[in-house]
């Protein structure tokens, strides 16, 4: 019973990831050419925000926060997890 799920995964994995490439992919070349940096930047950052709660969602993964008010707001962050193997 689990192949059919597994396949079903594999499949919509695939889909979802060339989807992505065609509707992101082609504007974000289009803004680069066009010389458009900031506007391709912010593309990225959609994008990559997207595909992570989409990701997320799908495996049912809930995410807390706790301590948000502590970050500082001007600078840029690195966030790295730690696991255990």
Known sequence: MTLPINTFYAFYFWLFLLLNLIILGIP????????????????????ASFW??????????????????HLPCE????????HQS
């Open 52 to 69: 992570a709660r989409h990701i997320l969602s799908v495996a049912r993964v809930r995410v807390e926060v706790e301590g948000l008010e």
């Open 28 to 47: 974000y070349l289009l803004l680069r050419l066009l010389a458009q940096k900031e506007a391709a930047r912010q593309l990225v950052a959609w994008g």
């Open 75 to 82: 600078d840029k962050l690195c966030f790295i997890g730690n």
